[in-house]
């Protein structure tokens, strides 16, 4: 069973930075890919993107491309979201994820495994 555990979230300014991160523990994390979520009040989560065991392969939404970058480093068990140019709507609660490979990588529920959220808000 993998645990999850998001970070680095916070109340900021439009056109700040910031860089999540999410620990995994409790599985063989350079076996699965990895996946960024966010959700909005009101909202559905979204797909924000996502990252092969490798790290060779990487999806993002249009919404966030070219803003928001994904990395992931299996030594230290991490996939981080650096989010760059932040606007009010990139507002929401951030998930990571995980699954086996990145097959259907943009859906929610292909994923197995979700940490718990960490808040981003962008005040305009």
């Known amino acids: 069973q993998m645990q999850l555990v998001e970070s680095g979230g916070g109340l900021v300014q439009a056109g700040d930075s910031l860089r999540l991160s999410c620990v995994a523990s409790?599985?063989?994390?350079?076996?699965?890919?990895m996946g960024w979520f966010r959700q909005a009040p009101g909202k559905e989560r979204e797909f924000v993107s996502a990252?092969?065991?490798?790290?060779?392969?990487?999806v993002i939404a249009d919404s966030v491309k070219g803003r928001f970058a994904i990395s992931r480093d299996n030594a230290k068990n991490t996939v981080y979201l650096q989010m760059n140019s932040l606007k009010p709507e990139d507002t929401a609660v951030y998930y990571c994820?995980?699954?086996?490979?990145?097959?259907?990588?943009?859906?929610?529920?292909?994923?197995?495994?979700w940490g718990q959220g960490t808040p981003v808000t962008v005040s305009s």
């Open positions: 994820a995980a699954r086996s490979d990145l097959a259907r990588a943009t859906s929610a529920g292909a994923y197995d495994y």
């Open positions: 990252i092969s065991w490798s790290g060779g392969t990487k």
């Open positions: 409790g599985g063989t994390f350079r076996s699965y890919a």
